[in-house]
């Protein structure tokens, strides 16, 4: 594997690769584990939820998928496994309007997505949490952490978005916004679905600039681990660094992976992710 560099705030380090497999992490990466099943919450006057449950001890672990993806994917599979393996509590869930769940997407906003997240850490998930949050769930989950600290035992950002969609329209060329502010959308190329492309509503961009968290220091003080890739063409790596310096954890590493790309979907990306929580786990269990 690659070498992982880690930068932390109040002190530096170099690793180099992961530490040694052990059995139990290397069955979350292509075990053969019966999977959970789908489920749904009801919310008044809300649509669905659906989500994925796996029963276990503190602390638990709760993955947010990113923007349009959903709980399906390889890192939150792999996740389940591995939670499974070692017998910590697990979930994963769709967003409204996205996957399983009910609603339309075009219709959600930042802040109905961070509804969902509160929601969902109120009502299905007791005691402290490990939130695992892939590119836009990496923003979510800064904002869960800000708004439930008492919940959350740390944080792990896969390809960290934070304020993405707004800084990312604002860099444009004037003349480039203007004509998308007539339009009333934005089009975004992207390789990461069949159409090529997604639209944003300048509605859910006004509504995104509520919760932006990087002008300032953001109030989360729970451990936190940042992996990001350098050839990650969709968010700069170097967000993960702003999150980093803008936390006002003590505990704070950025994982930067050399071929990282930004799903971070290769086998030795997910392990990566396995053993960073993994290790996390044995901090938290120990501390207490």
């Known amino acids: 594997m ?3 560099v880690l930068r932390s705030w109040g002190r530096v380090a170099l690793k180099i690769g992961p530490r040694p497999a052990t059995a139990i992490s290397l069955k979350c990466c292509g075990g053969v584990r019966q999977k959970s099943t789908v489920q749904y919450v009801t919310r008044p006057d ?7 449950k796996v029963k276990g ?3 638990g672990v709760v993955f947010l998928p990113g923007f349009a993806s959903n709980m399906g994917g390889q890192k939150a599979e792999a996740l389940e496994e591995f939670c499974q393996s070692l017998g910590h509590s697990y979930l994963r869930f769709d967003y409204t309007g ?3 769940s009910e609603g339309v997407r075009k219709e959600c906003t ?3 997505w961070k509804r969902d997240v509160l929601f969902l850490l109120d009502e299905l998930v007791d005691g402290p949490q490990i939130l695992v949050g892939s590119s836009m769930g990496g923003w979510l989950m800064l904002l869960a952490a800000v708004a ?3 919940r959350i035992a740390a944080l792990v950002g896969i390809s960290t978005a934070a304020d993405h969609f707004v800084t990312a329209f604002k860099s444009l060329p004037l003349e480039v916004r203007k004509e998308f502010e007539e339009k009333g959308e934005w089009t975004v190329a992207t390789k990461h679905n069949e159409e090529g492309s997604y639209t944003v509503s300048m509605d859910f961009l006004q509504e995104a600039e509520n919760h932006c968290v990087l002008q300032g220091p953001i109030p989360v003080t729970c451990p936190v681990r940042l992996i990001h890739g350098l050839k990650d063409q969709d968010i700069p790596w170097h967000i993960s ?3 980093a310096d803008r936390v ?3 505990d704070v590493d950025v994982i930067l992976r050399k071929h990282g790309q930004h799903r971070m979907g290769e086998k030795d990306d997910i392990k990566l992710m396995v053993y960073t929580i993994d290790d996390l786990i044995d901090k938290l269990t120990t501390m207490v």
């Open 2 to 4: 690659a070498a992982a």
């Open 46 to 52: 809300l649509p669905k939820l659906a989500y994925r």
């Open 57 to 59: 001890k503190s602390p």
């Open 98 to 100: 996205c996957g399983a």
């Open 110 to 112: 930042v802040g109905s």
């Open 148 to 150: 439930r600290p008492e």
């Open 241 to 243: 660094m702003q999150v």
């Open 248 to 250: 006002l954890s003590t």
